[in-house]
């Protein structure tokens, strides 16, 4: 079994700064990409940043410059700095892992997904 679990969502105000941690854990043979995704009320999911195993990193347009993805191989684990957030930030982020069990092909793995609230 694989879990993904996020941490280190909520209330900030606007021009403020949150860190997001996600763990990825269980039978884990090869941890690919990870990434992180926001959908708000009412819109579609949106890609936030993803990092490859090497550390290659892709930034959605809107927090370019803003938000900082990295990770720990060692711990299996992403992280998402976020900073100057922003009212439209608002949203849940949805964290996801791509990766191989033993015996098995990649598949991606998704978190629960953790609310932040930006607030004015």
């Known amino acids: 079994q694989v879990q993904v679990v996020e941490s280190g969502g909520g209330l900030v105000q606007a021009g403020g700064s949150l860190r997001l941690s996600c763990a990825a854990s269980?039978?884990?043979?090869?941890?690919?990409?990870m990434g992180w995704y926001q959908q708000a009320p009412g819109k579609q999911r949106e890609l936030v940043a993803a990092?490859?195993?090497?550390?290659?990193?892709n930034y959605g347009d809107s927090v370019k410059g803003r938000f900082t993805i990295s990770r720990d191989n060692a711990k299996n684990t992403v992280y998402l700095q976020m900073n100057s957030l922003k009212l439209e930030d608002t949203a849940v982020y949805s964290c996801?892992?791509?990766?191989?069990?033993?015996?098995?092909?990649?598949?991606?793995?998704w978190g629960q997904g953790t609310q932040v609230t930006v607030s004015s």
């Open positions: 990092i490859t195993s090497g550390g290659s990193t």
């Open positions: 269980g039978s884990i043979f090869r941890l690919n990409a």
């Open positions: 996801y892992a791509d990766l191989q069990r033993p015996g098995h092909s990649s598949s991606r793995y």
